[in-house]
């Protein structure tokens, strides 16, 4: 897992983003600002500009970067969030990368992302998508599986928590406003974070 790879993994989600940006806006016109999809598409548009101005030296740096860029110019909640969890990803990772190294760097990211919006399983959230797809990625670590099917792991236990959220009540976010008119509806952070691990996973076969 080079820093290359890391490169094409934001290049790649920032082409899902845009091909589901207006998908993406709906699900969050429905129990949000609807402004998911545009927000996080132009987001990633500038991470991909400011890794290819500043030729980060490493996966770390790729990380940091990115996650410094969503912060400063993605609007509404999902900037600070992503932001945290990549830049905590960045702090955490170590190089040479390993599968075990990268899986526990993206524990930590998620541990940032659940303290900052105070969130858990269960709340409708990014974090019912990323903590499964953290749990998959230590769990293919254990089993000693390769790095391709480990991805995929991850991805599809991401994109089961983004579908398991559309019958929960919203607790934390714009969306608990609405109590139980949130039941029904796929979170789009949720939906987000899966376009995320499907990159990654589509980068690395």
């Known amino acids: ?23 993406l806006t709906r699900l969050d016109a429905a129990i949000g600002d609807a402004d998911h999809g545009t927000n996080l598409d132009r987001g990633l548009t500038e991470v991909c500009k400011a ?30 969030l992503y932001g945290s969890v990549f830049r905590q990803m960045g702090k955490a990772l170590l190089t040479p990368v390993t599968l075990a190294g990268f899986s526990a760097a993206f524990e930590a990211g998620v541990v940032a992302v659940e303290r900052l919006g105070k969130a858990a399983l269960g709340d409708k959230t990014m974090v019912d998508a990323l903590a499964p797809a953290s749990r998959a990625l230590a769990l293919a670590v254990r089993d000693g599986v390769s790095v391709r099917e480990a991805l995929d792991q991850a991805a599809r236990a991401a994109a ?20 139980e008119r949130s039941i029904g509806h796929e979170d789009p952070g949720a939906a987000s974070a899966v376009l995320f691990m499907t990159a990654l996973a589509t980068v690395a076969g």
């Not at 490169?7 to 790649?12: C, G, S």
């Open 1 to 23: 897992m080079d820093t290359d790879l890391f490169v094409a993994w934001f290049e790649e989600t920032a082409r899902l983003v845009r091909e589901e940006r207006d998908r």
């Open 51 to 80: 890794l290819a101005d500043s030729a980060p030296e490493s996966p770390a740096a790729v990380l940091t970067t990115a996650g410094t860029t969503l912060i400063r110019r993605v609007g509404g909640a999902s900037g600070p």
């Open 160 to 179: 089961e928590g983004a579908k398991a959220t559309i019958p929960m009540q919203a607790r934390k976010g714009r969306a608990s406003y609405l109590g």
